[in-house]
């Protein structure tokens, strides 16, 4: 099957050109800049932009409790994340599932295996419009944390595993009353029910985080895992990483964690929300101040899948030094890079033909057509 877009501002990895691309069975098989081969589909000057990469999203998980104690349908959620993910342009996902094991924390705990049964289900069924990846984000201080990520990894295919800690008191929640207030707020517990939880969390990292770390890192290694770290915030925590074997720093909650992991070649990656929303909304470094600092590798839509393209467009109105193709690399290349996905993220002869036709309302990025290996999928 051949295909032709024409007409478009075409985001290459290193410049903008206008253009037309060229898809034979799915990839992309030419580029041109002259006479527009028969039958091409007119994008009428749009942007066309590789299909975006998503290594951190939580979103499914939105879906699946859309209210505290409110409990959907596991595959109607994957379905509607799935709908909402390629409707934001973004064409590979990595589905971000905890693996928290805490019988105390009743809605904080995770369905890691609950949404890979509903992600086989609808990949059996032929439902996905995005391309699917797990991403287990393992929370280190927990008791079964390693059994029960050792159980996913012996059942189905793992490529990202995060390292978490959001022990109250630090990383992300410098303070005890962080952690109370955000975790109160999104799942509805009470205080009395949070103080348990707390001197739970507290107790927990005491006796078991040090060797579940460990154990973490070799099983990833042995399953040939991506590993991240997550809200790395000290020189302490970097070095850790960087003996761990780490490729990405999720979220480094301040300057000096995010220059040296940035110094050691681990690819820092920030929120898409963050960046447009102006600042952390739990008072961490910003994703402008890492970029205007030349330390922004990645983003990541985390929270809001439409944050990601969005990003990436205020990403050059933010920092004017930061021109479109480093800010869309931010989004495509580097992170299937990274991942090891070296067929996606660029448009370029021999990548898969993922492709995002986008125009602007304004300065706000307007998704108009999305293609999946040259299907169309929103």
Sequence with gaps: ??????????????????????????????????VVPAGA????????????????????????????????????????????????????????????????AVGMDGDAPLLIAALEAARAADALRADHFIHLRCEVPTDTVVQDAEAILKKTPVHLISLMDHTPGQRQFATIDQFRSYYMKKSGISAEEMDVIVTSRLDFHERYARENRAGLVALAHAHRCVVASHDD???????????????????????????????????????APNLVRGGSHTGNVSAESLARGGRLDILSSDYVPSSLLWAAFDLTRRVPSIALPEAVRMITKTPAEVAGLADRGEIAPGRRADLVRVALAGDMPVVKGVWREGRRVA
Excluded: C
């Design 1 to 34: 099957m051949r295909q032709v877009f024409a007409n478009a501002r075409l985001v290459l990895a290193d410049e903008i050109v206008s253009g037309h691309v060229s898809v034979t069975d799915g990839v992309i098989s030419a580029i041109g800049t002259g």
């Design 41 to 104: 589909e007119d994008l009428e000057g749009d942007y066309l932009l590789p299909g975006l990469v998503e290594l951190h999203t939580d979103h499914v998980e939105g879906h699946l409790s859309p209210r505290p104690k409110v409990r959907w349908n596991p595959l109607a959620a994957m379905l509607a994340h799935d709908a909402q993910i390629a409707a934001s342009g973004i064409t590979t996902v990595f589905d971000s599932l905890r693996v928290w094991p805490d019988k105390k």
């Design 233 to 271: 915030g000290t020189p302490e925590h970097v070095a850790e990483a960087i003996g761990d074997g780490v490729a990405i720093a999720e979220f480094p909650t301040t300057e000096e964690a995010a220059r040296l992991s940035h110094e050691a070649g681990i690819r820092v990656l920030m929120g």
